[in-house]
């Protein structure tokens, strides 16, 4: 498989080309062009935790409906923690 | 595109002793249906109305420009995520050790940029002491 950069790459490539099957107008393209360095000037990315700072705790439904707990997951051994929002 | 990458280490992830988690903004009844169609082995949790993004301090609301710009795409975050006001995390990946203490942070505002898996792997080694031992027989 493709590494993760390179698929990225790839479908926002795809995407933004306007053509089939995305069709991406060119005006929505322009739209989140401008979005990516407005959020990144807002300085989200310094406020969010830091090495060396406390994992929040969460107790969550997994796919399945059966509640998972960081702090269960975390006597098992280290965690990785991937904040997901679709697609990308 | 990230949870198959994730995918793709986690048999040496659970062969160190570590685990790989993917919170998201998904309701549930769209969790199950992707992570059945991912062929995930790890679980996908339901991060509901972003509470557990919000203490990691990851949350944004999307501009007004684009609501109707993901709408148009069949994002609809209201429906999705029940997210009326159109709220989303930035991506992001943590490892954190077994005293809950954060030990490696790749936060990027642009989601077309993540970090390579093997890197979240390596970082997983260093704290399982596998690494040294890697090290060591080399």
């Not at chain 1, 401008?34 to 929040?56: V, W, Y």
């Not at chain 2, 198959?4 to 903004?25: H, K, Y």
């Not at chain 2, 995930?40 to 501009?63: G, I, N, S, W, Y």
């Not at chain 2, 995520?81 to 709220?87: A, I, T, V």
Request: contains cysteine; aromatic residues 8%; positive net charge.
């Amino acid at each position: 498989m493709a590494s993760l950069q390179s698929r990225l790459e790839e479908f926002k490539r795809a995407f933004e080309s306007g053509a089939p099957p995305y069709n991406a107008e060119h005006e929505a393209i322009k739209k989140m062009h401008r979005a990516t360095p407005e959020l990144k000037s807002s300085g989200i990315e310094q406020q969010a935790l830091k090495i060396g700072d406390c994992a929040p705790r969460f107790t969550l439904f997994n796919q399945d409906h059966v509640q998972v707990s960081s702090s269960d997951l975390l006597r098992q051994g280290p965690l990785a923690i991937s904040f997901f929002r679709g697609h990308w | 595109m990230e949870p198959e990458a994730l995918q793709g280490i986690n048999s040496e992830v659970r062969a160190l002793g570590a685990q790989i988690v993917v919170l998201t903004p998904k309701l549930e009844r769209y969790t199950r249906a992707l992570h059945k169609k991912l062929n995930l082995t790890f679980d996908m949790l339901t991060d509901l109305h972003l509470k557990t993004a919000e203490q990691f301090r990851l949350v944004f609301t999307l501009p007004d420009y684009l609501r109707d710009l993901y709408k148009s795409f069949g994002n609809a975050l209201d429906r999705l995520h029940d997210e009326p006001e159109y709220r989303l995390p930035i991506p992001a990946r943590y490892v954190v050790d077994k005293q809950g203490i954060i030990r490696a942070a790749d936060v990027n505002a642009d989601y077309t940029i993540r970090l390579k898996p093997s890197e979240t792997l390596r970082q997983l080694r260093m704290l399982t002491g596998s690494l040294a031992a890697l090290n060591l027989r080399a």
